[in-house]
């Protein structure tokens, strides 16, 4: 049984703020759910190698929102080093990119007069071809036929006046203005902590519509808590959506709100907080008939 060390604890803090599961972050990261539980006990031996470390830790940390260079500085005493047998490798391979890339300059180079040569030999014969059907052509005679077209003028018939019969002059029928239909008004918000409540009138419905445009947690819920859509974590290009009318209230919980857009009724919600993972209260404020 492992302890959790201190970068595991950051990194496992940062998931949870972001409402994710290891399951979820191993379907954001692509990194099998081990790896995730090593990297936040810090058991890095069963990892294939120390390349990978440092690798998997980077993708983690990118998908829960930390900076991963201040991060690895923080914490490079804990992650381990690449050993030297690969950096030996790696760099005992740069020559012999450096002597393929010479060779092929250098057969590109011997390779370039003969195509140049090529193309000159080829634009002298398409100047010769050029001169030989302009010299074979021969001025054809053309004749003009101009011929002469008479206009016959005819004399206009004379029309006679028609006498306009005076009509009756119509009267304006009174427009009947139709009541104007009252518009819906979101309130700015109040917030308390990373949740806003919003207050929504003017309107009998209130259908919910969340546009996902990156990886974010969901999740709508009812005054009493209980669950209204499946809390999950939806994909870019999903849309969420939820008829709220019955219930007057709705509360969604958006774990990246900078990838999910908020519609009420077809009309987009202004967040008031520029904050990533927040909570938003809507309450339908119904008018008395």
């Known amino acids: 049984m492992f302890l959790l060390t201190e970068l595991g604890a950051r990194l496992k803090e940062a998931r949870l703020s972001k409402g994710y599961s290891l399951d979820d972050l191993q379907e954001i990261t692509k990194i099998q759910k081990r790896y995730l539980v090593a990297i936040e006990e810090g058991n890095y031996s069963i990892m294939p190698g120390s390349f990978y470390v440092r690798a998997f830790i980077k993708q983690y940390a990118e998908a829960v929102g930390l900076e991963i260079e201040e991060l690895l500085e923080e ?33 590109l180079l011997e390779t370039m007069p003969k195509i140049i040569v090529a193309l000159f030999i080829i634009v002298i014969l398409v100047a010769i071809w050029f001169l030989y059907q302009q010299k074979a052509k021969q001025p054809g005679e053309e004749e003009e036929n101009n011929s002469e077209i008479e206009y016959q ?12 019969e005076e009509q009756p002059e119509e009267t304006e029928q009174p427009v009947q203005e139709e009541p104007e239909q009252p518009t819906q008004t979101i309130s700015s918000g109040t917030i308390d902590g990373e949740t806003t ?4 009138s003017g309107t009998d419905t209130m259908n919910i519509r969340i546009e996902v445009s990156g990886d974010t947690w969901v999740g709508i819920r009812d005054e009493a808590g209980s669950e209204q ?48 993972t927040q909570n938003i209260i809507i309450t339908l404020q119904q008018e008395e008939q």
Do not use: C, H, W
């Not at 003028?153 to 306009?164: A, I, R, S």
């Not at 409540?197 to 929504?200: A, F, K």
């Open 75 to 107: 914490f490079k005493q804990e992650i381990p080093n690449q050993p030297k047998e690969e950096v030996a490798q790696s760099i005992s391979q740069s020559p012999t990119r450096r002597k393929l890339n010479s060779r092929s300059t250098s057969r």
């Open 153 to 164: 003028q005819q004399e206009p018939t004379p029309v006679e006046p028609v006498e306009e």
């Open 197 to 200: 409540t919003y207050e929504l």
């Open 229 to 276: 859509i499946e809390d999950r974590v939806y994909k870019a290009g999903e849309v969420v959506e939820f008829d709220a009318t019955a219930n007057a209230y709705a509360r969604i919980r958006l774990g990246d709100s900078t990838v999910a857009k908020v519609f009420i009724n077809d009309v987009e919600l202004q967040y008031a907080q520029k904050i990533t």
